[in-house]
């Protein structure tokens, strides 16, 4: 997927060091010394190493670790917020390390809005007022800049609450003033600094499910920092994961979970509950055969004994998916002279994505258990997938997961 994507910021070898002597630090880290000696060596703490990736074009990218291990410093060193010891920071074809004071102002605003975790409202502003601000600091005519807000207001659920102030607003509420404020500002890149992590568990959830959506619509190219691997599992395309000031690896969620870089890693995603992170892709199983809509109810029952299927889904050419026909009902069609099936069908059946997730399936099927059809956003057939695939790849999850705990127990041993 991300090789037809274009690269919206790409980085290179960004290294950041907190202290007065940042050519020693990296003198020691290039000879293999890691950020603990380093400190101890020089009094220098090494934030970032030898940082490289793209941020594709509308992707949403998750910059995750544990704390302290330089995800907030690479957000900020992305806008210059922080100042890099060395590396690129293209986006665009712009190097932000190279920019001077007076570019890089101009390449913060036409690029860059960023979004905190404490909300960072102008309490003594309303609501309509502060998703204004950036606007007004760009110069941008009151009549205009007040449009523009109320269409982002409107984007994130705010409609009607333009004249309120933060203090009358909740937590959740609060949070998406900050994010239309973000989205007003039309930036190329949005930047998320642990934006939800101030929020109680039901409401983080909502704005998860509320960033998700917006992203559908907008394809903003966003780069989002959390410390919580379900948020991360939940919301990303891919995920960066960070330890020391050092990548750990680069994946989809898929990847991170199931092909671990190294035993960190491993440690990391353990009891993960897989049927949530696996999807109706990873289940889905080609359709046998399928009917057309035009087809006579004789020649869809002999397609449905041939492959012995007691159900047959039904499409158009292009495979537009029209509905689902039971054999009793194609033999009742055939007793009355029917020429086509399309009376005979019926849409008491499911239907899914391919990124639905495993857990969700199992509600899904009926008492006479038709396979659940797998959809494209077009609404053409992918493919169906029957409870017992649903189970075997869960059963496979597990017993790779109970595989890799055996390899890194015996590795442990090893070393002892």
Request: with cysteine.
């Amino acid at each position: 997927m991300n090789e037809k994507r274009n690269v919206k910021i790409r980085v290179r070898n960004l290294s950041k060091v907190f202290g007065n002597n940042p050519k020693k630090a990296l003198e020691l880290r290039d000879q293999g010394l890691k950020r603990p000696e380093i400190l101890d060596k020089t009094g220098q703490t090494l934030g970032l190493s030898n940082i490289d990736f793209d941020v594709y074009e509308g992707e949403l990218l998750v910059i995750m670790g544990l704390s302290g291990s330089g995800k907030s410093t690479l957000i900020r060193c992305l806008n210059r917020l922080i100042e890099p010891t060395e590396g690129e920071i293209v986006i665009d074809g712009e190097d932000i390390p190279q920019l001077d004071d007076k570019a890089l102002l101009e390449c913060r605003r036409r690029h860059f809005s960023m979004v905190f975790q404490n909300f960072a409202l102008f309490p003594h502003r309303t609501v309509q007022q502060n998703a204004e601000f950036g606007l007004e600091i760009r110069g941008v005519e009151r009549a205009e800049r007040a449009e523009i807000a109320r269409k982002a207001l409107k984007q994130v659920g705010l409609d009607g609450w333009e004249d309120a102030y933060p203090n009358q607003l909740s937590g959740g509420m609060q949070q998406r003033v900050g994010l239309a404020r973000a989205l007003a500002n039309d930036s190329t890149v949005l930047l998320m600094d642990e934006a939800f992590s101030a929020l109680d568990p039901l409401i983080r959830g909502d704005m998860q499910q509320e960033l998700q959506e917006l992203q559908s619509r907008m394809q903003k190219t966003t780069v989002f920092i959390t410390h919580d691997l379900d948020e991360a599992l939940n919301i990303a395309d891919r995920i960066i994961l960070l330890k020391d000031g050092e990548i750990v690896q680069i994946g989809t969620p898929e990847q991170i979970l199931t092909h671990p870089a190294d035993d960190y890693v491993k440690r990391f995603v353990e009891g993960v509950d897989m049927s949530k992170i696996l999807t109706a892709e990873h289940a889905m199983r080609k359709v046998r055969a399928v009917a057309r809509e035009g087809d006579g109810p004789r020649t869809t029952l002999r397609k449905m004994h041939e492959h012995n299927l007691d159900s047959i889904y039904v499409t158009r050419r292009d495979r537009t998916l029209m509905g689902l026909l039971e054999v009793d009902a194609a033999e009742q069609a055939a007793r009355e002279g029917a020429d086509t099936i399309g009376a005979a069908m019926t849409q008491d059946f499911r239907k899914v994505g391919p990124q639905e997730p495993l857990h969700n399936l199992f509600a899904m099927f009926s008492e006479k258990s038709f396979p659940i059809a797998v959809v494209d956003d077009d609404e053409r057939l992918l493919g169906v997938v029957v409870k017992g695939a649903v189970l075997d790849q869960l059963a496979r999850a597990a017993e790779e997961n109970t595989t890799a705990d055996a390899d890194t127990e015996t590795a442990a041993a090893g070393e002892q």
